[in-house]
């Protein structure tokens, strides 16, 4: 029994090292499209981000997805690197194409949800349109760290209302309850002055003598169409979104 | 010196003096209960076409000589009493025997009114209107409803001019008509720029001016509508038993108010004929008015004055329609209470739904 006990605990002890090893061997940061300025510094960043957590923060930048579908890729990018059954999060772009697509692990727990990844897009996102990929990662690396650090602490993001909601609420109230105290001080003063006589046209004297509509120009402006972000995918291991920039 | 005619009616039964009554609209003896249709009393009115409009004669008393310009003395021939009035008051009551005496000089020959509209409702009416608008106001202060001091009560036959005219309006519009598409990678908006010429005419009747310096504006025109399918030709008798007062601001003064009134429903009409179009402005607003015509007619309006903290607030009520107007204070206190109370009801209401859609 005693020989039982310890030969599990030594496979235990073993599988981790070996997830550590993993983890440790694999690198955070792949720039297949050469369009990083500082990788060094960035890899140092992500690696950072989730060492303290035991989850993985990555990115890979590819030159183009060949045709495959970008949530597919990003899942795959993941899958080869680090393995479907292990923790983390990935900020994938495709350069040619111009889409990103963020994809994490289900053993993430609650760190990455909805509402943390609508977060992460619009952070991202807001870079990519700058063609600023160095800061798309590093603010990637940044909020993905926070996010677990407020997981880990018991209260993932977006489970507490921000602060500014109460003033919001405030303001709301204050101009809401115009409104019906208006409405009261109407009743109290009834005495106004009239502007206009309709009162006192004669019915159906209106006589037009002249209806002329000229056609004078046609303008045509173009402007383009913002660019779309995808819904959140689910599949049985991965929980992927993203859009175009 | 020719004195201006008194005129009072007396019952032909019993000698009192007959007051215009409202409920029956015919002239009633308010001691024998005999009535007495307003026709019958048609031959009074004809002196009226031919009457000069008597001379002021000074009073005999202590007045400056500027207080005194504008007023005159006559006699009650009911008690021999001194009526003093000014010199638009056309109806009044004796100070010593209340007897309803109408001063006719004041509504003789150029000064004749076309029309009046008698009144509909009494005095009892007025009161209780008066109630009835102070009632589930709930920013009005309590005090005012029970500590207000009913001053005084008069029915008065408010001067007015009645415009009739016929407004010919010349617009040129700026009209456009969008359509939204997308293509390819853009959103194209087409516009299309049209411009509009409207011309016709539109005509109005009877907009009123009040033409008496003593009565608000305001308050005049928020009385409106008066019916006048219910007019009457003009006689005196009407005038019994209540205050009335001919014009002191001519129809000439008066027209620029009913011309504004005019102009700005005619082009709100105008506009009215264009459609199909995403947006319309007018660029060029032409109104001019033709085939004038004014007639000066009396309108019945009950006034009623109170007194509350030193201060005096008026109310007018429609003499025929019952309309009721006028501004009262609003409790102050009360309001930033309800103020603060609504406020923060509506932010915690907010907050309650943002919260639970966080945790949704």
């Given amino acids: 029994m005693k020989r039982r006990l310890r030969f599990l605990l030594c496979l235990l002890v073993v599988s981790w090292a070996l997830c550590l090893t993993v983890l440790a061997a694999a690198p955070a940061l792949q720039d297949e499209a050469g369009l990083l300025q500082d990788p060094q510094g960035l890899e140092a960043l992500l690696t950072q981000a989730g060492a303290d957590y035991d989850t993985v923060v990555a990115a890979c930048l590819v030159p183009s997805c060949d045709g495959q579908d970008p949530d597919l890729a990003a899942e795959e990018a993941y899958d080869r690197v680090y393995g479907p059954n292990t923790p983390g999060i990935l900020l994938f772009i495709a350069q040619s ?41 590093r603010d990637f690396a940044a909020t993905a760290s926070e996010m677990l650090r407020l997981a880990a602490s018991g209260s993932p993001y977006g489970s507490k209302l921000s602060p500014l909601w109460i003033l919001g609420a405030l303001g709301l109230g204050s101009l809401g309850s115009a409104l019906p105290l208006g409405r009261l001080k109407q009743q109290v003063k009834s005495v106004r002055k009239k502007t206009e006589a309709k009162d006192y046209i004669v019915p159906d004297s209106l006589r037009l003598l002249r209806e002329e509509d000229t056609f004078v120009r046609k303008t045509t402006e173009r402007v383009p169409i913002p660019a779309k972000t995808e819904t959140v995918r689910t599949d049985g291991s991965h929980t992927t979104t993203g859009g175009s920039f | 010196m020719v004195q201006p005619d008194l005129i009072e009616y007396k019952c032909p039964q019993c000698g009192g003096v007959l007051e215009f009554d409202s409920a029956s609209q015919q002239m009633k003896c308010p001691y024998c209960d005999s009535v007495f249709s307003v026709e019958a009393l048609q ?186 399918s219910e007019a009457k030709p003009f006689q005196t008798a009407y005038l019994s ?120």
């Fill in chain 1, 97 to 137: 194409e111009r889409v990103y697509r963020i994809t994490v692990t289900q053993g993430s727990g609650e760190a990455f949800n909805d509402k943390a990844l609508a977060h992460l897009r619009s952070v991202v996102e807001k870079r990519l349109r700058q063609d600023d990929y160095d800061g798309a990662v």
């Fill in chain 2, 43 to 228: 031959s009074k009115d004809e002196a009226l076409e031919n009457t000069v409009d008597g001379q002021w004669q000074p009073p005999e008393t202590t007045f400056d000589e500027s207080e005194t310009a504008n007023m005159g003395v006559y006699t009650c021939k009911s008690c021999g009493g001194e009526i003093v009035a000014d010199e638009t008051t056309g109806a009044t009551h004796c100070p010593y025997c209340d007897n309803p005496v109408v001063l006719t000089g004041r509504f003789a020959g150029d000064l004749k009114p076309d029309l009046v509209l008698p009144f509909k409702l009494d005095k009892a009416a007025a009161k209780a209107a008066l109630k009835q608008h102070m009632s589930g106001k709930r920013l009005l202060p309590r005090a005012f409803s029970t500590d207000s001091h009913l001053d005084e009560v008069k029915g008065v036959y408010v001067p007015v001019w009645l415009y009739d005219a016929k407004a010919h309006a010349s617009l040129i519009l700026d009209a456009t008509k969008s359509a939204t598409h997308d293509e390819g990678t853009e959103r194209i908006t087409e516009t299309e720029h049209f411009t509009l010429q409207r011309v016709g005419d539109l005509r109005f009747e009877s907009v009123p001016a009040d033409g008496s310096s003593k009565m608000p504006d305001e308050m005049m025109e928020s009385l409106e509508p008066f019916e006048l």
């Fill in chain 2, 241 to 360: 038993g209540y205050l009335a007062d001919r014009y002191d601001v001519d129809a000439a003064r008066c027209e620029s108010r009913a011309k504004e009134r005019i102009r700005r429903s005619t082009e709100e009409a105008f506009l009215r004929t264009v459609t199909g179009y995403d947006s319309v402005e007018a660029r060029v607003c032409q109104i001019r008015t033709t085939e004038n015509r004014v007639r000066y007619a009396l309108y019945p309006v009950w006034l009623l004055n109170t007194t509350w903290q030193g201060e005096h607030y008026q109310f007018a009520m429609n003499g025929q329609t019952g309309k009721f107007v006028g501004d009262m204070p609003i409790d102050k206190s009360l309001y930033w209470k309800l103020r603060v109370a609504w406020a923060a009801g509506i932010a915690a209401a907010v907050y309650a739904v943002a919260w639970l859609v966080s945790h949704l």
